[in-house]
């Protein structure tokens, strides 16, 4: 999943420029601190494998919060307003963190301690997590009684077989595609010849791949065993969506609601409200809490006026906290270090790794000696300081993050981790070997201060190393839909990926399979290598979860050092702070960020 824009297990992907992260036993993402050997111990914690949980695990109502009461507005202070609130199109982490409280889906991730670290994969409209007999092949699903929608009408297998059917319509471009392609048996974009007008005009997935038998029963059937789905349905994107409120591309503006809380206004890049779903039953959902009121949403809101707003702590900014945005760099440090504020702040390490993308659909950027002179000369020092520094950011090597199995702390091919302000030297004289110094590389930027800092600072390293940058800058609220254009015109852009699930198999084949290759699909640097796209495919089929995660660090290596279709920037952490009147916090892992679910107004 992208972050900033993309994230979450099963859930959420990072706009910087986005998954999920596991359960472990130590103490959660919820402590604060600048403390180096915590946030190593949180990392490794999260490569652990989240268990599934039985139907008793399944059934609700959510344990109540320590503390909780009913009543009260929540105030939400974000950078970004929504692109999408279509469950089909939602990839990115701030919608991921709304989709918390107003979609449901088949299965969720609840959360089994108050710190946010353990978890387990339930039922959440199904009775249990899921069952097979043929070793994930089969998986069979029962809804439960009494789930409906805002409306009122009954949430049945009709409503959730629309929904799939309809993620192959050629509107619904920037949501996850596991499933669908499962369902077709097919990797890549070519799962959309299975139904490629979805269920619009007529025509349905056999049942031989999607089965429902009642209003109650979903059976999905592969061709391979997909052991996975339980995780996979966990995902927002997979989220439930009302046959028959079903307004196609209208739907990502005005979606009908299956959680605790339903949509009342919401004005694009202003605001937000969101008011109580009265047709949600607690007793239907071990995942949720419908504590508040009311949720306003205020959008452009940079890290720094959130910050500032929170750390005042007057008025309505005492029941405020952000879903999403960081405590910014300027005020980071202070943050960490003051005792007065540990009970208001929560801090985590991310599952999402930056990369600075090189587009290899420019003809430009096909030559591999100029794709390595960028690579030697990006400084990767802006992109840190930006954000905070060391305490926000500690600079990548490679593709999987130290929050996912396989990833190695020494892979540092580019020497970034030695050098993290480039070797322009090494770059010009790569440029000159290719005979193109000065030549154009157009650099696409998110337009948020913190874009705007690290792109200034970075493209004059590209400078110093003999490349004409002309930088461009792209809209926050829909950078993810513009770099995600086939027909882009930036050479470099950034953005940050997170394991959708505790495994690079959410990473590597999303990014980087030349199958993926589409309209809104998320192989950003348009990588088609044949070696990539085979490697993917063998090492699917790896079931032993330890030789798997070695053999995606072997392509992981490859990709960065061989085919250098991007360059890794930075692993991230986050720091959250909310006002002394909110209650309920929690920095959730899997989430990668603040728990929505369990908030209340002190």
């Not at 344990?63 to 974000?78: C, F, N, R, S």
């Not at 493209?459 to 609220?477: M, N, S, T, Y």
Request: charged content about 25%; hydrophobic content about 35%; glycine content about 10%.
């Amino acid at each position: 999943m992208s972050r900033g824009g993309r994230h979450a297990y099963g859930a959420l992907s990072v706009l910087a420029a986005g998954a999920l992260v596991l359960t472990g036993c130590s103490k959660g993402g919820s402590e604060g601190g600048g403390n180096e050997k915590k946030q190593q111990e949180n990392a490794k914690r999260q490569q652990a494998s989240i268990e599934f949980g039985d139907a008793a695990a399944s059934t609700g109502p959510a344990p109540d919060v320590a503390g909780a009461k009913q009543g009260g507005t929540l105030q939400v202070l974000q950078r970004d307003s929504f692109a999408h609130l279509d469950p089909g199109q939602v990839y990115v982490q701030d919608e991921m963190s709304l989709a918390q409280l107003i979609h449901r889906g088949l299965t969720g991730y609840k959360a089994t301690s108050d710190d946010g670290s353990r978890h387990e994969v339930v039922g959440d409209l199904a009775t249990d997590s899921g069952t097979t007999t043929d070793g994930g092949k089969t998986w069979k699903y029962t809804l439960k009684d009494g789930i409906k929608f805002q409306d009122g009408s009954p949430i049945t297998s009709k409503d959730v077989r629309h929904s799939f059917e309809r993620l192959f319509a050629p509107f619904i471009n920037q949501g996850p595609s596991y499933i669908q392609q499962w369902l077709a048996d097919t990797p890549g974009a070519t799962y959309r010849k299975l139904l490629k007008d979805g269920p619009y005009k007529g025509k349905h997935l056999p049942d031989s791949v999607l089965e429902t038998p009642d209003e109650k029963t979903i059976v999905f059937h592969f061709k391979t065993p997909h052991p996975d789905l339980p995780y996979a349905l966990a995902m927002a994107g997979y989220s439930v969506v009302s046959e028959k409120g079903d307004t196609k591309q209208k739907y990502d503006k005005a979606p009908v609601a299956s959680g605790p809380y339903k949509v009342q206004s919401f004005k694009s890049g202003k605001s937000m409200v969101l008011v109580r779903n009265t047709n949600w039953d607690p007793k239907t959902d071990p995942l949720r809490h419908q504590y508040l009121d009311q949720v306003n949403f205020t959008f452009n809101q940079q890290y720094e006026t959130s910050t500032k707003a929170l750390l005042a702590d007057s008025g309505t900014d005492q029941t405020g906290v952000s879903f999403t945005n960081q405590v910014d760099a300027g005020n980071l440090s202070k943050v960490l270090r003051d005792p007065k504020l540990k009970s208001r702040t929560v801090s985590g390490y991310m599952p999402y790794v930056g990369q600075m993308n090189i587009n290899l659909s420019h003809p430009a950027m096909k030559d591999k000696t100029v794709r390595e002179a960028i690579a030697h000369a990006l400084p990767i020092t802006p992109f840190v300081r930006a954000f905070g520094g060391t305490d926000a950011m500690e600079v990548a090597g490679g593709l999987i993050s130290p929050t996912v199995s396989g990833y190695d702390a020494a892979f540092d091919p580019w020497g970034k981790k030695k050098k993290p302000a480039g070797d322009p030297e090494k770059a010009k004289e790569l440029l000159k070997k290719a005979g193109k110094l000065n030549m154009k590389l157009t650099f696409g930027y998110i337009n948020t201060p913190e874009g705007q800092q690290y792109s200034t600072a970075m493209a004059a390293g590209l400078k110093k190393a003999g490349f004409d940058v002309q930088r461009q800058e792209i809209p926050a609220e829909t950078y993810y839909d513009q770099v995600s254009k086939l027909d882009n015109n930036y050479d470099i852009f950034h953005t940050a990926w997170g394991a959708d699930w505790p495994s690079a198999s959410t990473v590597i084949p999303p990014l980087y399979d030349g199958r993926q290759i589409a309209e809104g699909a998320q192989n950003y640097s348009q990588i088609d290598d044949a070696k990539v796209n085979g490697e993917i495919d063998r090492i699917n089929k790896i079931t032993d979860p330890a030789k798997s995660a070695a053999e995606w660090e072997k392509l992981n290596e490859y990709l960065v050092k061989d085919v250098v279709n991007v360059v890794p920037t930075a692993y991230y952490k986050q720091t959250q702070i909310a006002g002394s009147k909110v209650g309920g916090l929690v920095y959730d892992d899997v989430i990668g960020g603040v728990d929505p679910r369990r908030l209340y107004i002190k």
